[in-house]
């Protein structure tokens, strides 16, 4: 597999952004340009990665596109396909969001979100997206959601077969999985039946961790790689079975030094259990 981070610095130079990449041992990286970027500063960080040996393992489509608002709802299939494009042209791995909410907040609960009518939604949504741009180099993926669809790898299943576009895949978040005590305190089953079921679909995964708190209700909270309870004994070997290019991103850490320790407990238990990160 190969380990990449999303780097928290904004890079106006392509040759020091690959190169920092290198510098903490990365091989995988997200796509650091906004859609402002033209097109000549495209091909320089397509070019500078691909000297540098590092995979573009996603580009952000980061929106809501089954908005109840109209005119939002098509801003963001518009943006979706333009950042599918792009990469496609750039031979990014995927081209990774999440399917939306039904309410305000674009990545939040709402009560429609598990419905079936908000299931045919986002059907549309992702057809309309896949249809306008015809990939043939990367996937659009969605990274599951603990309140909107997919929430389960039922229900991603159900999504894909519904969708019925190859180039619709699966960009994999365990965390985001996990939303019940039963759920956490079983994710190393959880993690076997992702792969052992999506796998074939799997283009990317994140990593990240999670924690039960003795607070109530029921409070899960997100924590960096090693600091949580999701077994990543068991996603590492699982990612070991796949391709050997499958990249593993970790994100939403505050400081470098926290990417550091998180990459480093990372490579020291795959170097404990033998798997090779490229």
Do not use: Q
Not at 32 to 37: N, S, T, V
Not at 136 to 147: D, F, I, S
Not at 247 to 272: C, K, N, Q, S, V
Request: hydrophobic share 45%.
């Amino acid at each position: 597999m190969r380990l990449g981070a999303a780097l928290s610095k904004t890079y106006e130079d392509p040759e020091i952004w690959a190169a920092e990449l290198r510098s903490r041992g990365y091989t995988a990286a997200v796509w650091p340009l906004g859609d402002e970027a033209d097109e000549e500063t495209v091909r320089a960080f397509a070019l500078a990665a691909e000297k540098a040996g590092i995979v573009i393992a996603e580009v952000g489509a980061w929106s809501n596109p089954i908005s109840p608002d109209e005119r939002a709802r098509k801003e963001a299939i518009e943006f979706c396909r333009r950042r599918l494009a792009l990469a496609d042209r750039i031979g990014a791995v995927c081209c990774v969001n999440i399917a939306g909410s039904r309410g305000e907040r674009w990545d939040g609960p709402h009560p429609e979100n598990l419905s079936g009518e908000t299931f045919d939604l986002i059907v549309e949504a992702i057809r309309a997206i896949v249809d306008a741009v015809r990939p043939t180099r990367t996937y659009y993926t969605l990274e599951p959601m603990p309140w909107v669809y997919p929430h389960t790898v039922d229900s991603y299943l159900a999504l894909i077969a519904a969708v019925g576009r190859p180039r619709f895949a699966v960009h994999l978040d365990p965390v985001n999985l996990v939303w019940s005590p039963e759920r956490f305190y079983a994710n190393g089953a959880l993690l076997e039946d992702c792969f052992t079921r999506l796998g074939p679909y799997i283009k990317s995964c994140h990593a990240k961790d999670i924690v039960l708190r003795e607070e109530l209700t029921v409070h899960l909270e997100e924590v960096r790689p090693g600091l949580g309870g999701l077994d990543y004994r068991a996603y590492l070997k699982a990612m070991a079975g796949m391709d050997p290019d499958l990249p593993l991103i970790i994100e939403h850490l505050a400081t470098e030094e926290d990417y550091a320790a998180a990459a480093g407990y990372i490579r020291g238990l795959a170097g404990e259990l033998g798997i090779p990160l490229r």
